[in-house]
């Protein structure tokens, strides 16, 4: 009787792990799920690291769109967007030391402000601080004929000395410089 029941709890517990394993063990898709896009201008690396929501037939940017007008965005999903700059740039004619930033934004029907903040590791707007901020300019957004469902990120006209950056989604457009010095021949 002793033997059945240490052979009872044994399969049990051996059946337990494996549900756990194989709970753990289970891959799914996240709903917004990590992006990444780099590129190299003159000799200056730089990284944007974010997630990509889908518009999922959602009013994005409206006054009661899912990101309100005037009100500060993490610009993506789950944790804030994330760029990084090897040297010292200029983004939109302002000055930025060379590290990691995070991207917030407040969109508007007719301006967006970007913002590079300092502080990492942020999940939502909750914990932005202005004083952190890093760089801070406005950009006129312009409109698609067609929906761009899933949120993207990307460098584009790229020269020696400068890259633009181009940020997507739903039937919006809104785009930033970001320059180099030269200092090699």
């Not at 201008?41 to 990509?52: F, L, N, W």
């Not at 949120?151 to 739903?170: A, K, L, P, R």
């Not at 039937?171 to 410089?177: E, G, L, Q, W």
């Amino acid at each position: 009787m002793k033997k059945i029941g240490l052979q009872l709890f044994a399969s049990m517990f051996v059946m337990l792990f494996m549900f756990q394993l194989e709970t753990v063990a289970q891959d799914k898709p996240a709903p917004s799920p990590l992006g990444k896009v780099y590129q190299r201008v003159g000799v200056t690396d730089m990284e944007i690291v974010y997630s990509r929501p889908s518009v999922k037939e959602r009013a994005i940017f409206a006054e009661d769109g899912l990101v309100p007008y005037g009100k500060i965005w993490r610009t993506g999903a789950n944790a804030a967007t994330k760029i990084s700059f090897s040297t010292d740039v200029k983004v939109n004619g302002t000055d930025v030391k060379a590290g990691e930033y995070t991207i917030f934004s407040i969109p508007g029907a007719e301006e967006w402000t970007l913002i590079l903040n300092s502080e990492l590791d942020q999940r939502g707007t909750s914990k932005y601080d202005e004083a952190k901020d890093a760089a801070r300019f406005t950009v006129k957004p312009s409109e698609f004929p067609f929906i761009v469902e899933t949120f993207t990120i990307i460098f584009h006209n790229v020269t020696d000395t400068s890259v633009d950056v181009g940020i997507y989604w739903e039937k919006t457009a809104v785009n930033f410089t970001v320059e180099v010095e030269k200092t090699w021949e």
